[in-house]
């Protein structure tokens, strides 16, 4: 690929002058294409202080409730020694950047402190709930882009050069009606409908794979509505492109054109979208796991907050929180390898 | 032809569509509602009858009875009030928190503005839910801590909102003027700026609403929002869902309620969009059909 020089583009003045400044970038400029480099060295910038944003955040929350956290595991009863002898062993009587950094340091280290209800390591309780999250909201994902890319592809063939009116306003309709929805409710629709009257699938627990089911889609069909939407546009508008009508003459089969014509332009599209979504599906399985008691971070996380059980609630966010700032990274490497233009700015 | 007034033009451009028409006969409803239920039907509400613990409908209890013998039907119908008013109080604090935060970060300078709207995308990134549930834990269970639990989380997305409309309008003639004329900042925010990017925000905040019945009935659902005896329809269905097999009416209705109203409301939002955005007005007119045949032949070209 051809190296475009950094004065040629807009905004390359103010970039060469900071090329000139640190020397060792000029040479990387040189081997690499150097926005890659620079898009790189943000993405690792913004990955670092959004990290860094999560554990002053999770760190906040035993710092700002009201009361003394040594008191509330002790109970009311103990004796004010015995509090000042926790409070010491829990390191609360230390300055707050000490606290912090040994904080990090333990949230590095994967030593979270015990719960303050069982006693056990919360690293091992968030271990042993992390696979179902996972696998949740793996499955959810898996069928939220299916259900939203193919009905919106579908959608935006029926209804190109404004064929099908009647299908474009029920689709219209069944999108901006189930698109908000909240997730939950969703789930106690779908639990209604498959659990207690079909009795297909279980109600509650995680008992054999049909337990995922309605979960996962009670998580994704509200968003794969929305994504529909979107890959509808974009299937209209790739379709009104002339390599689309030269394929067409061409006399191609129609699932070569929307299999390999169409579709990959139109993932572009839910890639755009796909950090949204993401969080989507993360906030969604927080409260869905709860619906369907799945034995996830998300049913944790809202059992400890009534036991004031901090530990658990500090490692759960961070956990849940991790997981949400790795997929918006991978959302931004991806959109960036599949539409360089718009993430990185020029090849 | 007689000119019509900028109001009327409003009002006739938002009952246009069907969709205005459903907005507000429904929004209509559950205000209406929230108003006499409580009234009319409060004492039924909290009425145990142990003659029909847990009973199916029947034609006394039409959506039958919870575990106590209270009414479920008169329950969903009391709890409206509860749920719109924690919503609004929720969108009422995410606006009032936000919309001054993104203006003030819209007038900072370069790279303290640059840092404000990194740091507001950083809390965007997150679940709104999750902040919400970090929130409640520091603030306390219970009413207020749902509410400014929600408040709280949703308010980077105000903040956004209304750093990206500000930070265009600062660069506006207008605004350095004021500058030069030595307005103080306070005044140049509520007196220059945000009267000028007012409606997209407004019609935002009314959406909003939406979104916050939704999560603060979300809170109380998972039990850390409105605490007995209070109920909204997050906590009834909670309360519903603990004895779903047998009586799913339960839970089923607070679930239409949360979704008949975030429903409504977006219909309202939309409609109210449409109305005050006059470029939208001949849009509405092109959708009859038969006016559909210029925009075709525009694609074609």
């Known amino acids: ?347 | 032809m007689k000119r019509q007034s900028q109001t009327r033009r409003v009002v006739v451009a938002f009952f246009r569509a069907p969709s205005g028409w459903i907005a507000i006969v429904s929004v209509g409803i559950l205000v209406v509602l929230a108003i006499v239920a409580p009234i009319v039907l409060g004492r039924d509400a909290n009425q145990s009858n142990f003659a029909d613990l847990s009973a199916g409908a029947s034609s006394a209890h039409l959506l039958g009875t919870d575990q106590l013998g209270r009414d479920v039907l008169a329950r969903m119908l009391v709890a409206t009030r509860l749920s719109l008013e924690l919503g609004t109080a929720a969108a009422a604090l995410a606006f009032g928190l936000g919309v001054p935060l993104g203006a003030i970060v819209a007038l900072l300078g370069h790279r303290a503005r640059d840092a404000g709207r990194a740091l507001i995308n950083i809390f965007l990134s997150f679940p709104s839910l999750l902040l919400a549930l970090i929130i409640v834990t520091i603030v306390g269970i219970g009413t207020n801590g749902a509410v400014i639990a929600v408040g709280i989380g949703s308010a980077p997305y105000f903040a956004r909102l209304t750093e990206s409309l500000a930070s265009a309008a600062v660069g506006r003639e207008y605004v350095a003027s004021a500058r030069v004329i030595g307005i103080k900042p306070r005044r140049l925010v509520f007196r220059y700026i945000l009267p000028n990017v007012a409606e997209p925000i407004v019609i935002m905040g009314i959406t909003y609403i939406a979104g916050a019945i939704i999560d603060v009935s979300a809170l109380s659902f998972l039990g850390v929002g409105v605490q007995p005896p209070a109920y909204d329809w997050g906590a009834l269905l909670n309360a519903g869902l603990q004895n779903f097999y047998p009586d799913p009416a339960g839970a089923l209705g607070p679930a239409v309620m949360i979704a008949i109203t975030a429903l409504a409301v977006n219909f309202l939002a939309e409609g109210l969009a449409r109305a005050l955005n006059p470029a939208l007005w001949t849009a509405a007119k092109e959708l009859r059909p038969g006016a559909l045949r210029p925009r075709k032949l525009a694609r074609q070209q």
């Open chain 1, 1 to 347: 690929m051809q190296v475009v020089s950094p004065t040629v583009e807009p905004g390359g003045a103010s970039r060469s002058r900071v090329m000139r400044k640190h020397g060792i970038y000029d040479s990387v400029q040189r081997l690499f294409r150097q926005k890659w480099v620079a898009f790189g060295i943000g993405r690792l910038v913004h990955l670092v202080v959004t990290l860094l944003v999560l554990l002053v955040v999770t760190f906040a929350i035993v710092q700002l409730i009201p009361g003394n956290p040594a008191r509330l595991v002790l109970g009311p009863k103990a004796s004010p020694q015995a509090v000042e002898v926790l409070r010491h062993k829990l390191g609360l009587d230390e300055p707050l950047v000490t606290q912090f950094l040994h904080y990090a340091k333990g949230a590095l280290r994967l030593r979270l402190g015990n719960s303050f209800t069982t006693g056990q390591p919360v690293s091992s309780i968030l271990l042993q709930r992390l696979p179902y999250t996972l696998w949740l909201d793996g499955v959810a994902l898996v069928i939220m882009m299916l259900v939203g890319v193919l009905f919106g592809l579908l959608a935006g063939a029926l209804t190109t050069a404004h064929r099908n009116r009647w299908f474009e306003i029920v689709f219209m309709g069944i999108t901006g009606f189930g698109g908000g929805v909240p997730s939950y409710v969703c789930a106690v629709g779908l639990s209604f409908i498959f659990a207690v009257t079909l009795r297909i699938f279980p109600v509650a627990g995680m008992n054999g794979a049909s337990s995922v089911v309605l979960p996962a889609l009670a998580i994704a069909l509200p968003l794969s509505l929305l994504l529909a939407r979107v890959v509808r546009v974009a299937t209209l508008d790739v379709l009104a492109q002339d390599y689309i009508r030269t394929a067409r003459s061409n006399r191609l089969s129609i699932w070569r054109i929307y299999f390999r014509y169409v579709l990959p332009n139109v993932l572009n599209a839910a890639v755009s979208l796909g950090g949204l979504l993401f969080v989507g599906i993360i906030g969604g399985s927080v409260v869905v796991e709860n619906v369907f008691a799945w034995p996830g971070l998300g049913t944790l996380l809202v059992q400890s907050i009534p036991a004031l059980d901090y530990p658990v609630i500090q490692g759960a966010t961070l956990l849940l929180g991790l997981i949400v700032v790795l997929l918006n990274t991978v959302v931004d490497v991806v959109r960036a390898l599949v539409d360089p233009q718009a993430a990185v700015g020029g090849p």
